[in-house]
């Protein structure tokens, strides 16, 4: 066996499959380079290292299951001024992941509060964090089906150990009293040891109406906004907008 398959073997065997593909550009720049066997070395690892991040980072975009991607640079904050820039980007650097604060975007459909809370998953994510997104109703037929496999327990424990939970559409479709219950039981096992992230075209005063409890409703209100940052979205539907402009841009104009 050649010394480069050995090379090749044994790189393989202790799972280092960047420095597998590298070594030989490296080892002939480290040559032409005059570099020492440390310096070499060095490169080896930081190559190894940068891909292991990159596919760790992969895996947890993965996991977290957005339905799409978005980032904070495809967002047109000009089209909704309600939403404060300044605190978008400062949610950006993830610093309230940190200290365990929930984020509540309340607006109007259409004007972007799932594609802001996708975008800060996605940098959860980029920033090592372990995200899940959920619907609202999505989450909660999780959790019933998990209760009737008798497994809900196990299902709790897992989801409490994210350290984001990304939950859409809270208010679109009224809970029934057994998924409102679930609901709160999770959030109220998050207070205070992991950050939500939800979307919610309700204001606070009416999240009775799709919880139907205003007992139940009260104690998850005091328990999310606790430590909360909110988000305005007023004004038209962003994706409404978008769509007309599109219909023009594709209209031929005619002489007259």
Not at 46 to 59: A, F, I
Not at 85 to 105: F, H, I, M, S, W
Not at 209 to 215: A, H, I, K, L, T
Request: proline content about 2%.
């Amino acid at each position: 066996m050649s010394k480069d398959m050995l090379i090749r073997h044994h790189l393989k065997r202790l799972r280092l499959p960047a420095m597998a593909q590298g070594y030989q550009k490296l080892a002939q720049e480290a040559a032409e380079g005059n570099q020492s066997y440390d310096e070499y070395l060095l490169k080896l690892l930081e190559l190894e290292s940068v891909q292991r991040d990159e596919n760790m980072q992969k895996r947890r975009i993965t996991q977290a299951r957005f339905p799409y991607l978005r980032t904070l640079d495809q967002f047109d904050f000009s089209a909704i001024p309600s939403v404060s820039k300044a605190l978008v980007l400062q949610l950006a650097k993830g610093d309230y992941l940190a200290r365990k604060e929930n984020v509540v975007l309340i607006g109007n459909m259409g004007t972007g509060k799932t594609h802001t809370a996708i975008a800060l998953g996605l940098l959860a994510c980029r920033q090592g964090r372990k995200v899940r997104f959920y619907t609202a109703t999505g989450l909660i037929n999780d959790l019933l089906e998990a209760q009737e496999q008798h497994s809900l327990g196990r299902r709790l424990s897992q989801l409490q150990k994210l350290d984001l939970l990304v939950l859409d559409e809270v208010g679109f479709v009224p809970f029934t009293p057994e998924g409102a219950r679930l609901l709160f039981q999770l959030c109220a096992e998050r207070y205070l040891r992991g950050s939500l992230v939800i979307t919610t075209n309700l204001e606070f005063a009416r999240w009775g109406e799709v919880f139907g409890d205003e007992r139940l409703t009260g104690a998850l209100l005091d328990r999310l906004t606790h430590h909360c940052h909110i988000l305005e979205f007023n004004g038209d539907s962003y994706r409404f907008k978008e769509s007309l402009r599109e219909k023009e841009a594709a209209t031929p104009l005619r002489g007259g």
